[in-house]
């Protein structure tokens, strides 16, 4: 069949195409539709020249009006320290123990530190700073360093056990599986489980007592109450960072605990230090 013939039916022209006779209409596109489409393409023209788009070897075309979204991001953070300038200047030079007392001042290092925390601290704490196994919950007043505003900062800044940071604050629980016959660590165990609980065997943990006395109350205190200045924790509150069972206390006593918490004094400017600082202590276990 030769392209031009009219199809009777509908008096459109067909292509020339035929398939098991049945021919293809030539129906034209609609005007508006190619308007269209020839629009869309003077803009897409008009947009790869205007703006950033073509990927190039080390980046991409920039457009001649030079639009950048860093560059507007950057604006705006600019903008945005050019507010708090005065607040941040404030901050810089308040004392910590004192930074309550300004209401407007204490309200903004809040509200800034609880933006540090998220993006920083919630991956261990928790969004809520409830804390998990083995990464301390920050809304309760146990503390294994204090929870002053000078201790929390010091904490923050220097970290715990790292490597980084010479100031780091340090302690470490020796491994008694090697040092303890194994029913020594079940005495010792039963007696740290008399120090918070009711239920356990007394005949086992007055033993334990004497092997805590020996092995344990340096750093832990003769009553198991701890010792901040050691980063030693209350044994007698209830309270377990890795938890107060027998199977993990047990596992605790013979192979000891070596959390690590970064130095975050390189990493987040000196008044984010200050601004988290406060957010931790408001958090209501702050002392």
Not at 17 to 43: K, Q
Not at 163 to 187: C, H, N, T, V
């Amino acid at each position: 069949m030769s392209k031009g013939k009219k199809d009777d039916v509908t008096g459109t022209e067909t292509t020339g195409h035929s398939w098991d006779g049945i021919e293809e209409l030539n129906t034209p596109l609609p005007r508006w539709w190619l308007w269209t489409l020839y629009l869309c393409i003077i803009w897409g023209i008009a947009h790869t020249i205007a703006y950033p788009a073509w990927p190039m070897i080390s980046g991409a075309t920039k457009g001649v009006l030079g639009w950048s979204t860093r560059a507007n991001v950057a604006a705006e953070i600019t903008a945005h320290d050019a507010k708090n300038a005065e607040l941040v200047t404030a901050l810089l030079a308040t004392d910590m123990e004192t930074l309550p007392a300004s209401a407007d001042l204490n309200r903004y290092a809040i509200a800034r530190g609880g933006a540090v925390f998220r993006s920083n601290c919630s991956q261990c704490h928790g969004s809520g700073a409830a804390g998990t196994k083995g990464y301390p919950n920050l809304l309760d007043d146990d503390w294994l360093w204090g929870g002053q505003m000078a201790d929390i900062e010091f904490t923050v800044r220097h970290g715990i056990r790292n490597e980084q940071d010479s100031d780091a604050r340090y302690s470490q629980m020796p491994a008694f599986g090697e040092m303890l016959e194994k029913e020594e660590i079940a005495a010792v165990v039963e007696h740290v489980v008399s120090l918070s609980s009711a239920e356990y065997d007394a005949n086992l943990s007055a033993t334990g007592a004497t092997v805590f006395a020996d092995n344990c109350s340096a750093c832990h205190g003769e009553d198991g109450l701890g010792d901040r200045i050691q980063g030693a924790p209350n044994l007698a509150d209830a309270i377990w960072l890795y938890g107060g069972d027998h199977e993990t206390l047990t596992n605790t006593v013979v192979n000891g605990q070596f959390g690590i918490m970064p130095a975050w004094g390189p990493r987040l400017t000196e008044a984010d230090i200050r601004a988290v600082s406060a957010y931790v202590h408001s958090l209501g276990g702050g002392e």
